[in-house]
């Protein structure tokens, strides 16, 4: 077993299907978080292809540190193209709890495993020629705000998770958060 450090997680989508509903309009996919967050619980094995080789990794999170930063895997890189994947991620903005994904003696050593998003960029259009906004989070108010180029508007949560997110920052709760939040 070899054990190394992160500065992100990837989350990898599965691939988009190319069907089409009874009126010709494409579907666009959809899946939790918790089910691309899966890789993480110690006992998924997934094939990874190398040049050289062909090996397993096993993914298991030994610490959770206080902000997380989850990178959605939507480009894919072929001879011809790279290619964007639409699939909607479903996740909700508090409570996401990684408890789960640790295992039970590392469970023992995190009284905290529960964290909530305060950040979510998306990449809007084309590959190529797509666009950035954020979502982020003001913590003395509790509101969420859009940001693209200088343009600043207020959002509603539910909105923010119908986006095609790239990239989300997390930040953990700590106990005298949870009492706030639960007050």
Same mark, same amino acid.
């Given at each position: 077993?070899?054990?190394?450090?992160?500065?992100? %997680?990837? %989350?990898?989508? =599965?691939?988009?299907?190319?069907?089409?509903?009874?009126?010709?309009?494409?579907?666009?996919?959809?899946?939790?978080?918790?089910?691309?967050?899966?890789?993480?619980?110690?006992?998924?094995?997934?094939?990874?292809?190398?040049?050289?080789?062909?090996?397993?990794?096993?993914?298991? %999170?030994?610490?959770?540190?206080?902000?997380?930063?989850?990178?959605?895997?939507?480009?894919?890189?072929?001879?011809?193209?790279?290619?964007?994947?639409?699939?909607?991620?479903?996740? =909700?903005?508090?409570?996401?709890?990684?408890?789960?994904? %640790?295992?039970?003696?590392?469970?023992?050593?995190?009284?905290?495993?529960?964290?909530?998003?305060?950040?979510?960029?998306?990449?809007?259009?084309?590959?190529?020629?797509?666009?950035?906004?954020?979502?982020?989070?003001?913590?003395?108010?509790?509101?969420?705000?859009?940001?693209?180029?200088?343009?600043?508007?207020?959002?509603?949560?539910?909105?923010?998770?119908?986006?095609?997110?790239?990239?989300?920052?997390?930040?953990?709760?700590?106990?005298?958060?949870?009492?706030?939040?639960?007050?």
């Amino acid at each position: 077993m070899v054990e190394s450090t992160f500065l992100y %997680l990837t %989350l990898d989508l =599965p691939t988009a299907p190319l069907y089409k509903d009874e009126k010709e309009q494409l579907i666009i996919p959809q899946v939790p978080l918790f089910s691309i967050l899966a890789k993480f619980n110690g006992s998924t094995e997934k094939e990874y292809k190398t040049y050289k080789e062909n090996f397993l990794k096993r993914f298991q %999170l030994t610490r959770l540190p206080p902000y997380l930063i989850f990178c959605i895997k939507r480009f894919t890189k072929n001879n011809f193209f790279v290619e964007k994947n639409p699939t909607i991620v479903n996740f =909700p903005i508090t409570n996401v709890d990684l408890r789960e994904y %640790l295992s039970e003696e590392v469970q023992a050593a995190h009284a905290h495993t529960t964290y909530d998003l305060i950040a979510n960029i998306v990449h809007d259009g084309k590959p190529s020629e797509g666009s950035y906004r954020i979502h982020v989070l003001h913590h003395g108010t509790g509101k969420w705000y859009e940001l693209q180029d200088l343009q600043v508007t207020d959002i509603l949560p539910q909105m923010i998770t119908l986006s095609e997110a790239y990239i989300q920052i997390w930040k953990r709760r700590e106990e005298d958060e949870t009492n706030q939040q639960g007050a």
